[in-house]
């Protein structure tokens, strides 16, 4: 079944602070079709896919040692903030790998790791955005557990105004995240572009398709918490898809010359 692509009504215009490469209109099912174009490069790079997918277990698990050294476990949740932040900037190996099998090439894991420096400076800038991010978020979780009381008592009623509102400012920072991040790193992988124009482009892109967006948002949340609950083992598989599946959004989602058919 072919995918035609159909031009969006985009909510951003070129303007002062960058180029806005346009998007199109997205259905229902492409975030399925991302994720089933995705499992077809984990299978034909199984090595280059166990690599990157030991480094997004890896990482988790030492976030979670540090916060275990805490005693604290109101600490989880802006763990998993952080983990969310620095994923996008890890998941330019695998954009690289989709993208050799799009051109007929046969991935390596050398050439997915020089990827990240296809476009260093502005790629560099985005890692350091993310940082950022990361610390602002950091530095709120502090205040708002600041705010927890001191004690826990039998009734865990007392900690649901505070763990509403750590939860609902987690969930908006994320929200961010995602707009101005969802097809940054592609977007910058593939083409020689400045960062506000990769970053306007995701936003662009992001809120002209938003419920579709939202879906495929609500897939990668699904995906970071079945991670955690299975001690992380599952992002050896979970986290190469979806950053497969996530270059196949961005093929699909961000205007290109380039004529695809989805079968």
């Not at 602070?17 to 199109?24: E, K, S, W």
């Not at 799009?102 to 990827?115: V, Y």
Request: hydrophobic share 55%.
């Amino acid at each position: 079944m072919s995918h035609t692509m159909r031009k969006e009504e985009n909510a951003l215009h070129d303007n002062e602070l960058g180029r806005v490469i346009p998007c199109n209109a997205l259905d229902w099912s492409d975030p399925f079709n991302w994720l089933r174009l995705g499992l077809m490069d984990l299978t034909k790079a199984p090595l280059v896919t166990l690599f990157y997918g030991i480094i997004f277990t890896l990482v988790p698990m030492g976030i979670m040692y540090l916060v275990s050294m805490t005693s604290n476990h109101l600490l989880i949740a802006p763990a998993v903030v952080c983990f969310m932040l620095i994923g996008p900037f890890l998941a330019a190996g695998l954009y690289d790998v989709s993208w050799e099998f799009e051109k007929g090439h046969k991935p390596t894991l050398w050439h997915s790791i020089k990827a990240m420096h296809r476009n260093s400076v502005h790629e560099w800038a985005f890692a350091i955005l993310l940082l950022v991010i990361m610390i602002f978020w950091l530095r709120i979780a502090s205040l708002i557990h600041a705010l927890y009381p001191p004690y826990v008592s039998d009734d865990f009623s007392e900690l649901l105004p505070f763990l509403a509102l750590g939860t609902g400012v987690g969930a908006l920072l994320a929200g961010i995240v995602f707009l101005i991040s969802a097809f940054t790193q592609p977007i910058l992988v593939e083409r020689r572009v400045d960062l506000m124009t990769a970053v306007l482009s995701s936003i662009n892109a992001v809120w002209s398709n938003k419920g579709v967006m939202c879906l495929w948002a609500f897939i990668i949340a699904v995906s970071v918490v079945i991670g955690f609950l299975t001690q992380f083992i599952a992002f050896l598989v979970l986290m190469p898809l979806l950053g497969f599946a996530t270059w196949h959004g961005y093929i699909a989602t961000i205007t290109t010359k380039r004529k695809r058919n989805y079968e």
